[in-house]
């Protein structure tokens, strides 16, 4: 009899060392349907934590429950960043303590320049993300600056809308498909980006269907299938398992 191999050992279950950002026993729906269930994992801080799976697997739900969205209802469980406790606590109440969700669709202001998309998102005084600090970031930004944000390419748009999130001093950046639809060459701009921005102690969490560049890029990986946690482990782990990323990732 073939017996499905066990990469759960750390699955459903907290780290004990100390965490930035904690999330236990987050149960999620949409409606009637149970998307997120029972799942809970640490992100220690300056830890880019790529989160993967199939699609369907609740990794968006995942993410928009973290940042506290109307859509999923989260209805058991707790959320905590920097001793914050985040489930208690509107979307707009977790964005002021410090986290930013860049959505897959990038959601750029219609009739906004580059610079007034940044200078709308900024808090007074900037702490540690000046907009000319953000040009140097992304220095296509600062050559459009004047230019309507929804007129940018796509890439530029996902430039402008991480740069964005920055411009509010976050402490965790929640990442949805950031390589969706660019170019390869893009996406390697970006990637080479969110390097810099790790090295200088951003906490990230990275949803990515391009599951490779994730890994690459990540120091950890948590693998959902149907809503729970099947791996928690190092991204090196999983690069290193054929089987691994055959059961769960198709690649």
């Not at 489930?87 to 002021?96: D, F, I, L, N, P």
């Amino acid at each position: 009899m073939n017996v499905r191999p066990d990469f759960s050992k750390n699955a459903n279950r907290a780290e004990t060392a100390p965490a930035f950002l904690s999330v236990w026993d987050m149960h999620s729906y949409y409606g009637e349907s149970y998307i997120v269930q029972g799942i809970s994992f640490n992100v220690h801080e300056g830890e880019i934590l790529a989160l993967l799976g199939r699609n369907g697997a609740g990794k968006t739900t995942t993410l928009r429950s973290i940042a506290r969205m109307d859509s999923p209802q989260v209805n058991h469980g707790e959320i905590w960043l920097d001793h914050q406790p985040l489930h208690k606590m509107a979307s707009y109440e977790a964005a002021s303590v410090g986290l930013g969700l860049v959505p897959e669709d990038r959601c750029i202001i219609p009739g906004l320049t580059v610079e007034e998309n940044l200078q709308l998102a900024q808090i007074a005084p900037p702490i540690g993300w000046s907009i000319e600090r953000l040009y140097d970031l992304f220095p296509r930004l600062g050559e459009r600056r004047n230019q309507e944000g929804v007129t940018l390419s796509g890439g530029e748009q996902q430039m402008l809308s991480i740069a964005r999130a920055l411009a509010r001093d976050i402490k965790v950046l929640l990442l949805d498909e950031p390589y969706e639809g660019l170019a390869p060459v893009i996406v390697d701009e970006i990637e080479k980006t969110l390097r810099v921005i790790k090295e200088q102690g951003m906490t990230t969490i990275l949803v990515e269907q391009n599951a490779v560049r994730a890994l690459q890029l990540a120091d950890r990986a948590i693998i959902l299938d149907t809503g729970s946690i099947v791996f928690d482990g190092s991204a090196a782990e999983v690069l290193e398992n054929a089987q691994l990323r055959a059961e769960y990732l198709a690649i």
